[in-house]
């Protein structure tokens, strides 16, 4: 019969004195915390750093992403709901998602408000009001919604030959996500709600690469082909039956700082009309710049000025070498 022993290490071995020299070398550097810490908070007193230390919430960013959600749900009934959708718990299911959208909405409007408020102290803007109102005005802007995102999606597939169902687009298409959510930003941006439409649409930028503005004007049958790469400025406007394609940017020119402070507010984007296709990479600048109806801009093409309608704009083919 034979025995097994198992094997241990002697008590004051190598190991055991590099335990107890890693234990030392953190406890050093653990008793460096209180000053870092001490720095740290320092620094929070500095007028030119950022920081929101106060008694008021300001808007979420979670409760913003899950707003988005919750929106979703309601503009695609049984797309996107985690429990089947019949006719018999229809109302049930959709009213309930309208009365959490109601709540979460009022809230964050209550808290975009309050905080401009008090970050610049304003004049009292009866923000709870404002909140519950918006949140009514937002809902009743619901169904035609509904309506413009239903041509945005028929657009899409009726130009995407790789589209084999309307249904593809609404689960997986950036382009479509990207629209969905600025065009319920744009409508809080119509009711002059701070924060709260820049905090949606750059979510969609996080998650697709395509930055819409809220502040942008677009027309029905927008389509967003590819998508990643997209920029739309605040002030363009866009048209019906627009299709652009990844890596366009409708933007504005660079200007000095000094000059930057006059143009808040004013026109500083292009303005494309209907039936415009604009393919890859094009970039489209200026607040006077109109692309007119109808007209084509090719990949990779730069424009400051403006084009008339029923118009090509291509890029002189570049000389390859093969080797």
Not at 33 to 55: F, K, M, N, W
Not at 242 to 266: C, F, K, P
């Amino acid at each position: 019969m034979t025995t097994m022993h198992a094997k241990t290490t002697p008590r004051g071995g190598s190991h055991d004195r590099q335990c107890r020299l890693d234990r030392d070398n953190r406890s050093g550097y653990r008793r460096e915390l209180p000053d870092l810490a001490r720095a740290i908070l320092d620094s929070y007193q500095d007028p030119e750093t950022c920081s929101h230390v106060g008694d008021e919430f300001i808007p979420s960013q979670q409760a913003v992403v899950g707003l988005i959600q919750r929106l979703r749900r309601i503009l695609f009934p049984g797309y996107f709901n985690r429990r089947r959708i019949d006719a018999q718990n229809l109302a049930y299911t959709m009213g309930h998602n309208i009365s959490e959208a109601f709540d979460q909405l009022a809230e964050q409007v209550t808290r975009s408000i309050r905080h401009d408020c008090f970050r610049y102290n304003q004049a009292c803007q009866e923000c709870t009001d404002r909140g519950y109102a918006a949140a009514n005005a937002f809902l009743a802007a619901i169904p035609g919604l509904r309506s413009v995102l239903a041509t945005d999606v028929a657009a899409a597939y009726d130009g995407d030959p790789a589209a084999k169902s309307l249904d593809e687009i609404i689960f997986s298409y950036p382009g479509l996500y990207a629209i969905t959510v600025y065009r319920l930003a744009h409508v809080l941006y119509g009711l002059d709600i701070p924060l709260l439409p820049r905090m949606m649409t750059e979510y969609a930028h996080s998650r697709t690469g395509i930055d819409i503005h809220p502040g942008a004007e677009i027309g029905e049958r927008f389509v967003i082909d590819h998508g990643t790469g997209v920029v739309v400025g605040e002030t363009t406007r866009i048209g019906s039956n627009v299709r652009i394609y990844q890596g366009v940017t409708l933007g504005a020119l660079s200007l000095s700082r000094e000059v930057v402070g006059n143009l808040r507010g004013r026109k500083r984007h292009p303005t494309i009309e209907d039936d415009v296709i604009i393919y890859s990479g094009a970039t489209i600048l200026g607040g006077e710049t109109v692309i007119g109806t109808r007209s084509v801009v090719g990949g990779n093409v730069w424009l400051t000025r403006s084009v008339p309608p029923d118009t090509q704009v291509m890029m002189k083919s570049p000389e390859l070498i093969y080797r």
